[in-house]
């Protein structure tokens, strides 16, 4: 690993990684711990075929120090962290000085100021100045390393925040990457001042997060009152000796005050604990996220939105396979499949239910049949729109799907799923892809299993044909929700496609709010 010390070394350094791998960058006061580990793991981790380099900056920020605060003894161990920067895989770690970083003096410096809404709260309040100055050194740090990733912890939750705000509104090309807290045994953050316990006060310490985890530990219902889950864990800090700046509830992204529970809401509280100012959150929710994806046939969503359900932890709620599964009801009962009044009476006791089976595989049964490969059959495909465009088959799944949603914890994929059926899904994404790449995707598709070809100009008539009846239909017709985030995937991989699913949920859903399986 390459120690830089000063800026010339650190921009010819970044240059030359830059030329041939993305650059990822883990910004630091030093003093390095677990949680650091963790965020520099993460920023050498491969993306398909990307090998990012991962450049870990050491500064203590005097900008970013209250008069009374703690810069003159932060801790400062610059070997150490050297040594565990490479061990997780940092390929250069910059550690100038105050002078190398600003050249002119802290008074004649550029300084950069986030909007006042997002400093009025939380730690904002406790420590006037300190946003400004963590912004003001981020900004020069990213300027002269012009990294492709920012990885910054969920433990600072507003600080994460704000930077993402102020790189946003500066339009920097850099993505900023918020990445889980990490823990000690006890639920405690790890945190630099940690150091600063003794082993009585790091006892005490744990009351933060066992206070927080309690408000958080049952999902309350929308609109419940929250002064009395802060009333409570303000209680708890204060009987375990702590002494407590804030105690609030607030909206995770304008960081304005919430007084009701409604949708993810940022529970968050500092402390102090002998010599050392502990921060720390919980989420509160009504339920788990629910992500919605809908979109035109031909782009690709079940096999996306599979694999993207495993890799977040969500269940995958199959709609397609729903209402393939009354269609299959439909044709067993001898009913008319275009015929509204004969369908209806089938779906007074129907029983309907998905099941994760052997290897993870989705089974589908029917009143009691399993019908999972019967589902496929071409009879079945030929008839599912007929099927599916009767408004009480509608009614009935979507009001199947919503009791099955009541929880959350899901990924729905389907037709009007982000509009009917989940309009308050955390994340909607319309999943598409130009009628040109469909067509070739189908082409390739015919191929792979043998069949005959048609022309490409043929196939994307009747895909655009197909587009057309979808969005044209009278029940339930496929319409971009209007807060939908749109994905068009032409010339994307599906693992492209499922990473870039997975930021979008990190933008509205945090790892704290909602891990990862096995992180
Ligand atoms: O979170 C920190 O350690 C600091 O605030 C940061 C982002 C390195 C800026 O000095």
Redesign the pocket.
């Known amino acids: 690993m390459q120690l830089l010390e000063n800026c010339a070394q650190l921009q010819a350094w970044c240059r030359e990684a830059r030329s041939s791998s993305p650059l990822h960058f883990v910004?630091?006061?030093g003093a390095l711990h677990s949680g650091h580990r963790s965020l520099i793991t993460r920023a050498a981790r491969k993306l398909g075929a990307a090998d990012p380099r991962v450049l870990v900056?050491v500064?203590?920020?005097p900008l970013?120090f209250g008069p009374n605060e703690d810069f003159g003894h932060y801790p400062r161990s610059l070997e150490a962290d050297a040594a565990l920067a490479e061990a997780a895989g940092a390929a250069a770690l910059f550690a100038p000085s105050v002078a190398e970083l600003y050249p002119e003096g802290q008074e004649e410096l550029t300084r950069v100021q986030p909007p006042q809404s997002l400093q009025q709260g939380l730690c904002g309040r406790h420590r006037p100045g300190h946003f400004d100055?963590?912004a003001t050194?981020?900004l020069r740090l990213l300027g002269l390393i012009r990294p492709d990733q920012l990885l910054?912890?969920e433990k600072?939750w507003q600080?994460l925040v704000i930077?993402q705000r102020v790189v946003g509104d500066l339009g920097l090309p850099v993505q900023v990457i918020g990445c889980p807290t990490q823990r000690e045994a006890d639920g405690l953050a790890l945190s630099?001042r940690n150091r600063y316990l003794t082993p009585a006060q790091r006892q005490r310490a744990a009351a933060l997060p066992r206070a927080l985890t309690a408000a958080a530990a049952a999902p309350l219902p929308a609109g419940t009152p929250l002064e009395a889950a802060t009333a409570g864990v303000r209680q708890q800090l204060e009987q375990a000796g702590l002494v407590v700046d804030y105690v609030e509830t607030v909206c995770p992204r304008s960081l304005k005050p919430r007084a009701e529970l409604s949708g993810l809401t940022l529970l968050a509280a500092a402390a102090h604990c002998g010599p050392s100012r502990l921060i720390d959150h919980v989420f509160l929710m009504s339920r788990a996220p629910i992500v919605a994806i809908d979109g035109p046939a031909g782009a690709g969503k079940s096999t996306v939105t599979r694999a993207f359900a495993e890799r977040l932890g969500l269940i995958y709620l199959d709609t397609g396979a729903m209402y393939r599964a009354v269609t299959w009801l439909v044709q067993q009962s001898g009913v008319e499949a275009g015929d509204a009044d004969a369908v209806a009476p089938l779906l007074q006791d129907l029983d309907l239910q998905l099941s994760t089976g052997a290897a993870g595989r989705q089974r589908v049964s029917v009143n009691g049949h399993d019908v999972t490969e019967a589902i496929r059959s071409p009879e079945v495909t030929a008839q599912v729109s007929v099927v599916a465009a009767h408004g009480c088959v509608r009614d009935a799944l979507t009001r199947q799907q919503q009791a099955m949603g009541e929880r959350g914890g899901l990924v729905a994929e389907g037709r009007d799923i982000g509009t009917a059926v989940f309009p308050d899904a955390e994340l909607k994404v319309f999943l598409t892809a130009t009628v040109a790449e469909r067509a070739r995707r189908r082409a390739l598709d015919l191929e792979q299993r043998g069949f005959a070809v048609p022309a490409l100009a043929e196939l994307e008539a009747q895909i655009a044909e197909r587009d057309h009846l979808d969005s044209s239909r009278a029940v339930a017709p496929l319409t971009q929700a209007a807060d939908a985030e749109e994905l068009i995937t032409d010339g994307l991989s599906i693992d492209a496609v499922i990473e870039q699913l997975v930021q979008l949920f990190r933008q509205r859903v945090p790892h704290d709010a909602w891990p990862e399986p096995g992180s």
Do not use: C, K
Request: charged fraction near 5%.
């Open positions: 910004p630091t006061m900056s500064f203590v920020n970013q100055g963590v050194v981020v910054l912890g600072d600080q930077l630099s």
